[in-house]
């Protein structure tokens, strides 16, 4: 049960209720690790790595200690010639919020590309760019793509190498940090896996949260579609002119100039929420809310946020 204070938790009651759902099945998991004395990149890991890169349609995958690692370690198999961010950018007229195409304009980057470069695009809040046009300024320009998908778990992946993070909060959020790099390049994986077996590297992911992830991997299709069906309400019943994007599912963001008062209105009614420009999580939008959006939330839930988020237009 949480302990927190709030009738609607941001993220923590899906945690609980993930493990209370599954507990015998997680229990075991962790329990015939320790049986085995097995601690350290083992069993665990090595079926966790061939079942993710079969679930991102990738032949290969190395795990690491965290989503931050995966990205440093893709820059040293090949350093960014230019790095993007597709987000969105903002500008308020005196009764709505207009939302931009922001970083990522793709005839813009073709102006940037040179042959060969080496591309780092990060998909922010699950929001991805056209990436049958993105494939195409690939192949003329022949550029090496790492993708930054740590937010974008179950999208469609274009790159040459693609990096994932493991963080709790995170669509497969594991026990603590956790980070993965998949691709169909044999060569670039056993670079990677030679870094990341240096013993001074202290890159590797633990064998328990190996464990716990090889458990919620194997349900996360439905978490991923229970996922989606909660983004769907908001972006049916919530005002379109609020709406960040209907792309967004890692974190469902709402926009307001009065962006303090919506949320403080939101935790008056017991709706934990966070400001998406803050030092804790990565957002960018100073004006952006994140609100509750997770697989184990009840109908009767999403339907009291949506509830509480109108008020806040009628008052």
């Known amino acids: 049960m949480s302990t927190s204070k709030y009738k609607i ?48 349609e990738k032949k290969y995958c190395v795990t690491l200690r965290s989503g931050t690692d995966a990205l440093l370690l893709a820059g ?37 590309v040179k042959k060969n470069d080496c591309l780092l695009i990060t998909y922010m809040n699950s929001v991805q760019p056209n990436l049958k046009e993105l494939e195409v300024i690939k192949k003329k320009y022949n550029l090496f793509i790492i ?26 959020g594991g026990m603590g940090k956790g980070g993965a790099i998949v691709s169909d390049n044999k060569e670039i994986i056993e670079k990677l896996r030679k870094i990341r077996d240096d013993k001074w590297n202290n890159l590797w992911l633990d064998e328990i949260k190996a464990s716990f992830l090889n458990v919620k991997l194997k349900y996360l299709p439905q978490l991923l579609k229970k996922r989606q ?13 609020i709406i960040l994007s209907t792309q967004c599912l890692q974190n469902y963001i709402i926009v307001e100039k009065k962006y303090k008062e919506l949320m403080q209105h939101l935790r008056d009614n017991g709706i934990e929420v966070f400001s998406d420009n803050n030092n804790f999580y990565e957002g960018n939008i100073k004006e ?18 949506i509830k509480k988020i109108q008020q806040f237009y009628v008052r």
């Open 288 to 305: 952006g809310v994140r609100i509750p959006c997770y697989s184990e939330l009840t109908d009767k839930e999403v339907n009291y946020i």
């Open 9 to 56: 938790t941001f993220i923590r009651d899906s945690y609980i209720r993930f493990y209370n759902q599954h507990k015998k099945e997680i229990d075991k998991a962790i329990s015939d690790c320790l049986a085995k004395g097995n601690v350290i990149m083992e069993q665990q890991v090595q079926e966790f790595e061939k079942k993710f890169a079969k679930f991102c």
């Open 147 to 172: 993708e930054d998908a740590c937010q974008s778990i179950g999208k469609k992946l274009i790159g040459d190498i693609s990096c994932f993070s493991l963080y709790p909060a995170k669509m497969l």
């Open 229 to 241: 069906q909660v983004a769907d309400r908001y972006n049916k019943e919530l005002p379109k002119n």
């Open 76 to 112: 040293r198999i090949r350093k960014p010639d230019l790095m993007q961010k597709y987000r969105y950018k903002l500008s308020f007229s005196a009764k709505s919020v207009e939302m931009k195409e922001g970083a990522i304009n793709l005839m813009d980057l073709e102006d940037k």
